[in-house]
């Protein structure tokens, strides 16, 4: 189980242990990360669950793929190059120690 790290734009950290197969949206909603909001469950339809991958670890993230990046052209923060959508990134033990921060918006 990975512990991710989701970094608020106030400053605080939130870790928790995500168990492997979920997603990182279905692992913020469960520590109640505030600003990951998944209104659709994971299934690519609200852009609710954007976060910004830490630079250091964005080549093992990986990047947003075709539909995840339309997505990605209505969220309401800047996008940036690291931009995912964080129900569409998969808890694996490679990401252990992850750091994304979420959005101020
Ligand atoms: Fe809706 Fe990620 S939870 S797009």
């Known amino acids: 189980m990975p512990t991710i790290h989701w970094k608020l734009a106030d400053g605080q950290t939130i870790s928790a242990d ?6 990182l949206m279905q692992g913020a909603t469960n520590a109640a990360v505030p600003g990951i909001d998944g209104e659709c ?3 690519l339809s609200c852009a ?3 976060v910004y991958v830490d630079d ?10 075709d539909n995840e990046s ?5 969220v309401t923060a800047p996008r940036k190059a ?10 694996s033990a490679a990401l ?10």
Not at 56 to 65: E, F, K, L, V
Not at 70 to 74: E, F, G, N, Q
Not at 98 to 105: D, N
């Open 48 to 50: 609710t669950c954007h």
């Open 41 to 43: 469950g994971g299934c």
């Open 96 to 105: 252990e120690g992850l750091v994304v921060h979420v959005p101020a918006q």
């Open 56 to 65: 250091s670890w964005i080549d093992r993230t990986g990047s947003a793929g």
């Open 70 to 74: 339309a997505m990605l052209d209505i």
């Open 82 to 91: 690291t931009s995912r959508l964080s129900c569409q990134i998969t808890a």
């Open 18 to 23: 995500v168990m492997l197969g979920l997603n």
